[in-house]
């Protein structure tokens, strides 16, 4: 498709500056093509250290396609790299369909490692999850993170694989908690430190959001109509020189629903309640059709309504590898100085 290979070199030129400041950063994990904005919108060419990610979300490739990402990516980073290739359109989408069309080498499936500000972290081309094992959108807020955390106690919520809390660490916090519903994403997360040895020692916490956060923010946690709840660890009331709220866009348990749309502030209040006097609360929302401004307000009004003054509203805006023709990207990031 003349098309696609003119749209994915045009992308890789855009880039050209870009790469080199990451790779002179310690950073070899970015996105290389953003479809969506850059001309094949449910296609997207990511790397991972050793590992080259293709994921299509609308279609499946063509194996010339394929092939030419990988020769034009190869190409333009002068090395080559190991392919994985997603085609998610179905379900059971990260298994392979069509071993005519492309099947990945073993080696491609093995464990790697990749880089970024200068740390380590756990590369897994297949997994039982759906999605890559860090978010490369985050990568400017994991940044700030590392550069803001020193002799700071960190929270960090709906961690994930742990990166935030990683970059913590490697920032000098004094405390670094990862809080997160899957065991899964948490065994990723401490690999992770393993694969930091010279760092400090995280701590862990598999719990859901809302039995966890509201015990933290000394309030009460209530059944849902009278049904018993289910176990959960039981945690001491105290407040964070900073917390980090990056929720999934939707999902529902019996402690509560988390839906970015409709009612961010239950989210968002315990959050407020666990960030100390003087502290920040970074608070994200990847939500596309939710509009920042509309969002900005809606955040710096429920903290007014707890009496929690915001000194200071910044803006964390992705990188250029994740383009917006709008100015108005998905991911939206803002920390509340309090």
Same mark, same amino acid.
Not at 39 to 51: E, I, K, N, S
Not at 83 to 90: E, G, H, P, Q
Not at 112 to 140: C, I, K, T
């Given at each position: 498709?003349?098309?696609?290979?003119?749209?994915?070199?045009?992308?890789?030129?855009?880039?050209?500056?870009?790469?080199?400041?990451?790779?002179?950063? &310690?950073? %070899?994990?970015?996105?290389?093509?953003?479809?969506?904005?850059?001309?094949?919108?449910?296609?997207? +060419?990511?790397?991972? &250290?050793?590992?080259?990610? +293709?994921?299509? /979300?609308?279609?499946?490739?063509?194996?010339?396609?394929?092939?030419?990402?990988?020769?034009?990516?190869?190409?333009?980073?002068?090395?080559?790299?190991?392919?994985?290739?997603? %085609?998610?359109?179905?379900?059971?989408?990260?298994?392979?369909?069509?071993?005519?069309?492309?099947?990945?080498?073993?080696?491609?499936?093995?464990?790697?490692?990749?880089?970024?500000?200068?740390?380590?972290?756990? +590369?897994r081309g297949r997994h039982a999850g759906?999605?890559?094992?860090? /978010?490369? %959108?985050?990568?400017?807020?994991?940044?700030?993170?590392?550069?803001?955390?020193?002799?700071?106690?960190?929270?960090?919520?709906?961690?994930?694989?742990?990166?935030?809390?990683?970059?913590?660490?490697?920032?000098?916090?004094?405390?670094?908690?990862?809080?997160? /519903?899957?065991? &899964?994403?948490?065994?990723?997360?401490?690999?992770?430190?393993?694969?930091?040895?010279?760092?400090?020692?995280?701590?862990?916490?598999?719990?859901?959001?809302?039995?966890?956060?509201?015990?933290?923010? %000394?309030?009460?946690?209530?059944?849902?109509?009278?049904?018993?709840?289910?176990?959960?660890?039981?945690?001491?009331?105290?407040?964070?020189?900073?917390?980090?709220?990056?929720?999934?866009?939707?999902?529902?348990s019996a402690f509560g629903t988390v839906?970015?749309?409709?009612?961010?502030?239950?989210?968002?209040?315990?959050?407020?309640?666990?960030?100390?006097?003087?502290?920040?609360?970074?608070?994200?929302?990847?939500?596309?059709? +939710?509009?920042?401004?509309?969002?900005?307000?809606?955040?710096?009004?429920?903290?007014?309504?707890?009496?929690?003054?915001?000194?200071?509203?910044?803006?964390?805006?992705?990188?250029?590898? /994740?383009?917006?023709?709008?100015?108005?990207?998905?991911?939206?990031?803002?920390?509340?100085?309090?």
């Amino acid at each position: 498709m003349p098309s696609l290979d003119q749209a994915l070199r045009a992308a890789l030129a855009a880039r050209e500056n870009l790469l080199a400041v990451l790779h002179a950063q &310690g950073t %070899d994990c970015y996105r290389l093509f953003h479809g969506s904005q850059e001309g094949a919108p449910g296609l997207t +060419v990511d790397r991972y &250290g050793p590992q080259l990610l +293709v994921q299509s /979300f609308h279609q499946p490739l063509e194996a010339d396609d394929l092939h030419s990402i990988v020769g034009s990516v190869e190409a333009c980073l002068g090395q080559p790299l190991l392919l994985v290739y997603n %085609d998610r359109s179905k379900s059971n989408s990260r298994i392979d369909r069509d071993p005519t069309l492309f099947q990945a080498e073993d080696a491609a499936l093995e464990d790697m490692v990749s880089r970024e500000w200068g740390l380590n972290y756990r +590369v897994r081309g297949r997994h039982a999850g759906q999605d890559p094992l860090l /978010f490369l %959108d985050l990568r400017n807020a994991r940044g700030w993170v590392k550069a803001n955390s020193a002799g700071k106690a960190v929270l960090n919520l709906f961690a994930y694989t742990c990166g935030v809390g990683l970059c913590a660490a490697a920032g000098g916090a004094s405390e670094v908690i990862n809080l997160d /519903f899957a065991q &899964g994403n948490l065994a990723v997360g401490q690999e992770n430190g393993a694969l930091n040895p010279e760092l400090p020692t995280m701590q862990f916490i598999q719990s859901d959001y809302f039995p966890a956060i509201r015990q933290l923010a %000394d309030l009460p946690i209530s059944s849902r109509r009278g049904q018993k709840l289910p176990s959960y660890p039981r945690l001491q009331p105290r407040q964070f020189e900073l917390v980090f709220l990056d929720p999934p866009a939707w999902a529902k348990s019996a402690f509560g629903t988390v839906d970015l749309l409709r009612d961010y502030q239950s989210l968002l209040k315990p959050a407020l309640l666990a960030t100390a006097e003087g502290g920040t609360l970074v608070c994200c929302n990847n939500l596309a059709k +939710v509009e920042m401004s509309d969002w900005r307000a809606q955040v710096l009004r429920c903290a007014e309504k707890l009496g929690r003054q915001v000194q200071d509203c910044q803006v964390i805006v992705p990188a250029p590898d /994740f383009p917006s023709q709008d100015a108005k990207p998905p991911l939206k990031t803002l920390i509340l100085h309090l």
